[in-house]
């Protein structure tokens, strides 16, 4: 993802100026019904192309999402050797994508917002613009934070790569996989988007996301329930609630026409008086 390099924030300035947003389960229900699908076949691929027993797979997993933010982190953690692109492509593949359906609520809560908006997810790209499409939000963000941004394809550079070992996704990193919560997936999106943490809201719905987020000084938004977490400033039973919820994402567009508006008038009173003259 390229973005403007020449859009720094300026100390004088809107309130907010970036909103980054989680993917799955924050744009769309978890009641959709991909989440499970997923985790189903994330412990198929553990088994069957990792050859790990069935019986032993389910709590592996757990394990693994809860120690290192993805199963796919921990697995590469442990030694496993296996293929980013193959990976994505048999967990994803196999989605009820045609559960998500066209959102034009959201899309035009998501438009009428100021900021600048980009996805942040711990998904494969092509996973993220199948998702955006079915939802008809494809041309709602100015980029998209993703799996490979956060690790890109080569780790090997060509002066580590004495034997010219071919360099695309299929060689195995050596670096871990970088993913949300961690720090580094924080400050490497908030790189990669350009932003300032004070001046930007992160919406997701995960609590341990949320609690990370807060940590690198984001403004958090917790999406799926109303009870706030740890880390959390707002809590949103639905993506849907955003302005009822968060009404200052918009202050700044809604001060300017205030200002349109008083000076309109004042035109106008301004021609009366002439014409009245």
Known sequence: MVLDENRRVTEQGPRYDCLLFDLDDTLYP???GLAAACTNNIRD????????????????????YQSYGTTMAGLRVMGYEFDYDDYHSFVHGRLPYENLKPDP???NLILSMPQRKIIFTNSDKVHAAKVLNRLGLDDCFEGIICFETLNPPSEITESDNELDMPTDNSTIRKKPIICKPSKEAMEQALRLANADPQRTIFFDDSHRNIAAGKRAG?????????VRTEGADFALESIHNI??????????????????????????ATIETVVTA
């Open 243 to 268: 302005r009822e919820a968060l009404p200052e994402i918009w202050e700044e567009e809604d001060a300017e026409s205030t200002k349109n508006v008083v000076r309109s008038r004042r035109a106008g």
């Open 218 to 226: 984001l403004h958090t938004v917790l999406v799926g329930t109303s």
């Open 30 to 32: 978890l009641s959709s």
């Open 45 to 64: 691929y553990v088994n069957q192309k990792l050859g790990v027993e069935k019986s032993r797979v389910p709590d592996l997993c757990r394990e693994l």
């Open 105 to 107: 609520v959201l899309k």
